[in-house]
């Protein structure tokens, strides 16, 4: 069993609800600290946080669809950056995966990655979306492209998040480079170590308290 400790050192609580307030973002803040997690993620709108101590601050960009212009989603970066964001997840283009159009999934990534400067670039996938060898392809091109993470889902698509499956696939695709982050419908401890134990690095998680709590 993993200790508790070793699960919050690599949470990045989460807060993505469209209807989400300020107040609810400071009270995302207010229980990282207690939780004692890594990080939080929040909509874009949100930043700059307020006083967030020693929590790492991220937010997404192109979500949840990945269907924006790549140059809406490298400004968006910038300014998410400039708002204080030190990681940045971004979503592909989905439909890019989908047709094979890799080389523009890889521009598009490389756009983000080159905007967000020293900030860490997070690449959203959707694996349950993908086949395999999307989900193997993608990773190499977020590699190829400068990210320093792949992360599965973005916990909004039909298709499911994250699974034991695609998080392994995708260890095994970048090995100890890149990051892994398993993000979607992880709403226990049990899940949450079986997505450890296949190889993520990081969790994205909404329900943290009462995952850690359980552990």
Known sequence: MTSRNDVAAIIDHTLLKPEATPADVEALVAEAKELGVLAICVSPSMLPITD?????????????????????KAAEAKRAVADGAAEVDMVINIGQAIAGDFDGLEADIRGVVEASGDSLVKVIIESAALSDEQIVEACRRAEAA??????????????????????????????????????????????????????????????????????
Do not use: C, W, Y
């Open 52 to 72: 967030p101590g020693e929590i790492v601050v991220a937010t997404v960009v192109g979500f949840p669809s990945g269907q924006v212009k790549p140059e809406i």
């Open 146 to 215: 400068g990210a320093g993470f792949v992360k599965t889902s973005t916990g909004f698509h039909p298709a499911g998040g994250a699974s034991a499956h695609a998080v392994g696939l995708m260890r095994e695709t970048v090995g100890d480079r890149l990051g892994v982050k398993a993000s979607g419908g992880i709403r226990t401890a049990e899940a949450a170590e079986e997505m450890i134990a296949s190889g993520a690095s990081r969790l994205g998680l909404s329900g943290s308290a009462k995952i850690l709590n359980s552990l």
